[in-house]
């Protein structure tokens, strides 16, 4: 075939319409955000054909473009903020967005400093020097559009081990669908250590089109445990991307719950810069109707005697599409690396469908790499040993259901509270599902 | 941890230096002027003496190959193929279609005999009459100068010729198969390859035969800058049985050569097709001057019930390899298997895998891999397990392992795995390979040594492959084989 010049989509079209009205009234840097909208430009929305977007076509599921959300009133904030978070018992020091924009913020915990992005990027703080420590991710085209339109969001410096939890809030409301675009970039210095919730919640029905992104940057010895839920509504697109930079010694683990959305991408790069470091990223996701769900990951060892493990497991029930795609890349110096990457996913229905791609990219000779990948339905010998015990189908089905999830929803997770929020809202997406 | 000295000693012994069959026969050849053009393909069209509906078929290929681009997604990394600097046609002058081996250029025989191949029935049969025979068709460059024991086979009604032959002989049977696995428009080498295919083999296996003897076919390119395209189709009608074998040499030279073939195989109703190659081009040389492009399609029609087609290849040679013998399991209860071991040196790119496309329902398929990468070689291993809607029941597993001797080396796995079936079940695995220390414990105090012990395991540990081989590719692969993945990283 011969190289043939897309035409540009309707929303390819409209997101640079929307670029060109709102550039000037964003904040920060104007040429940034336009060297990253050109890249993203420059290829255009994602499609099948690209490869690390082969099974989440995004091209032809991203017809429309909504409005950037306009900065909410207090009313809009006090309603949007009225609901319980779902970590309220976990009691964290919160900062709250609306629509985008930081709405509400606690006092923050001793070793913690936080500044709003918007305001970050205005005075041009020197810890923004950080952002993009992850080269890897700069192509891409959510975290390009994320750079391009980004609103808001907070950078926390993080100088110490931090009691008690911090927890990042984000909300969307309002009457008609809109896009969001918020940043986050937590610098954890030396033997520092937090842990850090965070949750993105809209109400079902509107297309929103939220696109988020969190870089971490983390110091020698230093420790991070994060847990990200993705609550939001039925028919939202939604992007979000994390990155990890990590130095020696260090420990860093993030989960992501997917609860929401109609369709969602969850992106993540760990890179393991500093020797002796481990990391693990996990993920649980449950689908049902016609949802679709993308986690896509990328580790790569740079250093020696790194311990990475990934854990994903996904549900698929009604006509739902989930996928998973990882690579553990391994660089020629990176001898003794450890790397351990699972996805697992079980199918509920006749007509759900799951795509696996766990790759391996191996230039050192000195070490161990396992990937594994299943997929198939609930056990029945499993199901039969419930239900002769008693149990009627649905709950023997839950049952399994719920430790299936479990694993990755709170297995190695030094916080009973917050394990215990998020086992609530997979109860809950069983419950729903009946 | 590193891979243990013995498995490093087997690996140098087959380095790209090492090559034994580097060696150029010196023989008058008959060649169409070089480069690729509607004439061109008239030409071969009309040297092989082809029907109108071939050469229509072929310009059409030609038409649409015109229109294609090169894949680029593979893992590898050469020059740009210069299309038109390659014959496409040398054929080593015969009288036309020589009647017995007496016919055929004594250098030709030599070259044959110097690979160790048996060309001469009455060799074979002289003496006590061995238990396994082989019916060899050696395809020399551009065409097929010699098959064996035709008349016996024959007389069971397996038909083994060359493809021209076929074309010639059993369009009927050509006409209906030919394309049905591997479309034209499959992909731009399998398309160029319709256009200029050259020879090839040609199986048929009658309903309810079991195929007396292996069959194999020997190819060797010859030539200077000439491209060897070769297409097999074998047939194996409903309840039969056929094992198939293939090997495949060429000589050192500083130039590259472009092998493009493609492979069909269909498997009818409670049919079984063994296919098995050892696959030998010349590597290059150590700093990955020359060697052979082995672009290659290879795919099996599991179309009957309960067909099984089982693909098991030792990769050592070709300076790149780009191949993914597939199996489409249509019929139901049909079973697919893939047996692989790749081994790279010097500066050799290997991208090989499967695909295992589960239609039918209950299909069952299983893939083991084992790739091996030293020197400054990549190896990868690229797959995809697929099952459809109505693919209810379909069983997968998977387990490939990869091992690296050095760190300038590289090892790559790239499965993808689709199922759009809740009872279908695929497992993915790739696994590091310890001995168990009480297997090791159990031999040890059986009275063996703990060498003994562990190559013991080893050979356990390969069995599933080495069990798949025929005979006597099991002798010339048994040390590959029993290889030790011992050390590998997944």
Redesign the interface.
């Known amino acids: 075939m011969a190289e043939i010049a897309m035409m540009k989509t309707q929303a390819e079209t409209a997101l640079a319409d929307l670029f060109a009205r709102s550039k000037s009234l964003l904040p920060g840097d104007a040429r940034s955000r336009e060297d990253a909208f050109h890249r993203f430009a420059v290829k255009g929305l994602p499609h099948r054909r690209v490869e690390e977007w082969k099974y989440t076509d995004l091209r032809a599921l991203m017809r429309e473009v909504a409005p950037l959300a306009a900065k909410p009133d207090a009313a809009a904030i006090e309603a949007a903020l009225a609901v319980e978070s779902v970590f309220a018992a976990a009691e964290p020091a919160t900062i709250a967005f609306v629509n985008g924009h930081l709405a509400k913020a606690d006092a923050m915990p001793d070793g913690v400093a936080a500044v709003s992005l918007a305001q970050a990027l205005a005075e041009g703080h020197p810890l923004l020097s950080k952002l993009g420590a992850v080269s890897d991710a700069e192509g891409n085209a959510a975290y390009a559009l994320n750079a391009a339109f980004m609103t808001d969001g907070v950078v926390l410096h993080v100088t110490k081990r931090v009691e008690g939890r911090v927890a990042l809030r984000f909300v969307t409301t309002g009457a008609s669908a809109v896009s969001t675009a918020t940043r986050v970039l937590v610098v954890v210095e030396e033997d520092a250590a937090i842990s850090l919730l965070e949750t993105h919640e809209s109400a079902n029905g509107l297309a929103h089109q939220p696109n988020d992104v969190v870089e971490f940057v983390v110091g020698d010895r230093a420790e991070v445990a994060h847990v990200r839920l993705n609550a939001e509504s039925d028919a939202a697109l939604a992007l979000s991307t994390v990155t990890a930079h990590l130095g020696a010694q260090a420990a860093f683990g993030s989960r992501n719950i997917v609860a929401g959305s109609g369709l969602s991408r969850h992106q993540v790069w760990m890179t393991f810069a500093g020797a002796d470091t481990k990391g693990a990223v996990r993920g649980a996701t449950m689908l049902g109707g016609s949802q679709h769900a993308d986690t896509t990951l990328v580790v790569n060892h740079l250093a020696t005697g790194c311990e990475s493990r990934e854990l994903f497991k996904t549900a698929i029930d009604g006509r739902a599409t989930g996928v998973f795609q990882g690579r553990i890349n391994v660089a020629p110096q990176a001898q003794k690396t450890d790397g351990k990457m699972m996805s697992a996913a079980v199918l509920l229905s006749e007509e759900g469908t799951m795509m696996n791609k766990p790759e391996l990219e191996i230039f050192a000779d000195d070490v161990q790499c396992a990937h594994g990948a299943t997929c198939g339905e609930l056990d029945d010998d499993l199901l039969f040993y419930l239900m002769a015990r008693g149990l009627p189908r649905p709950e023997a089905e839950a049952l399994l259901i719920e430790s299936f999830l479990g694993e990755a929803v709170e297995e190695d997770l030094d916080d009973a509270i917050v394990g215990e929020a998020l086992m609530g809202i997979v109860e809950a997406w069983l419950k729903k599902r009946g | 941890?590193?891979?243990v000295q013995e498995t490093i000693d087997r690996v140098k012994a087959i380095d790209v230096d090492q090559y034994k069959y580097g060696f150029e026969t010196i023989l008058e050849v008959d060649k169409a002027p070089k480069g690729l053009s509607e004439d061109i393909i008239r030409f071969i069209s009309a040297k092989k003496g082809e029907p109108a509906w071939m050469l229509d078929w072929r310009l059409d290929a030609y038409k649409r190959w015109q229109?294609?681009?090169e894949p680029n997604?593979a893992r590898v990394s050469y020059d740009k193929i210069d299309y038109n600097d390659i014959y496409y046609y040398a054929a080593p002058k015969l009288n036309a279609a020589p009647k017995s081996l007496d016919e055929v250029d004594p250098e030709i025989l030599k070259a044959y005999e110097k690979l160790g191949i048996p060309l001469r029935e009455q060799e074979i049969l002289a003496g006590v009459e061995p238990t396994n025979r082989v019916a060899v068709d050696a395809v020399f460059d551009s065409v097929s100068v010699a098959t064996t024991f035709k008349k016996e086979l024959a007389e069971a009604g397996v038909i083994f010729c060359s493809i021209s032959e076929a074309i010639r002989e059993h369009p009927e049977l050509v006409r209906k198969y030919l394309g049905t696995v591997v479309p034209v428009t499959d992909n731009f080498f399998a398309t160029l390859n319709a256009a200029v295919f050259t020879d090839g083999t040609f199986v048929y296996v009658p309903k309810g035969v079991r195929c007396p003897m292996e069959l194999s076919t020997y190819f060797r390119i010859n030539e200077k800058n000439t491209g060897q395209f070769e297409r097999t189709l074998i047939i194996a009608d409903e309840g039969s049985y056929v094992s198939y074998l293939e090997g495949c040499t060429a000589p050192q030279r500083d130039e590259n050569q472009l092998h493009a073939a493609v492979v069909e195989l269909i498997a009818l109703d409670d049919a079984e097709i063994k296919y098995s190659t050892v696959q030998n081009w010349y590597p290059g040389d150590a700093n990955g001057k020359g060697g052979i492009y082995n672009f290659v399609t290879k795919r099996g029609d599991c179309r009957g019930k309960n067909s099984v087609i089982t693909w098991t290849q030792v990769e050592t040679g070709s300076a790149i390899t780009w191949k993914y013998p597939s199996c489409i399991l249509r019929g139901d209860g049909s079973r697919g298997e893939f047996y692989s071991i790749a081994v790279s040196n010097g500066m050799q790119q290997v991208d090989s895998g499967t695909k295992m496309i589960h239609l039918g329902k209950n299909t069952t398929s299983r893939i083991i891999s084992k790739g091996i990468s030293a020197g400054r070689s990549q190896n990868t291993y690229r797959g995809l397990v697929s099952a459809h809607?109505k693919a209810s029941g379909a069983r997968n597993f998977t387990n490939c392992d990869?091992l690296?001797?050095?760190?300038?080396?590289?090892?790559?796995?790239?499965?993808?795995?689709?199922?759009?079936?809740?009872?279908?079940?695929?497992?993915?695995?790739?696994?590091?390979s310890k001995i168990s220390e009480d297997q090791l414990f159990y031999c040890m105090q059986r009275g063996l040594d703990e060498e003994e012990a562990t190559a013991l395991i080893v050979n356990g540990f390969v069995k599933d492959v080495i069990q798949k081989l025929p005979m006597e590719f099991a002798v010339e692969a048994q040390k590959l084989i029993a290889i030790s993945l011992e050390?590998s990283?997944?």
């Open positions: 941890m590193p891979a229109t294609m681009q997604w809607r990869s690296l001797i050095g760190n300038q080396c590289g090892a790559h796995t790239v499965p993808y795995i689709e199922s759009k079936n809740a009872s279908a079940v695929f497992e993915h695995e790739a696994t590091t050390g990283v997944g």
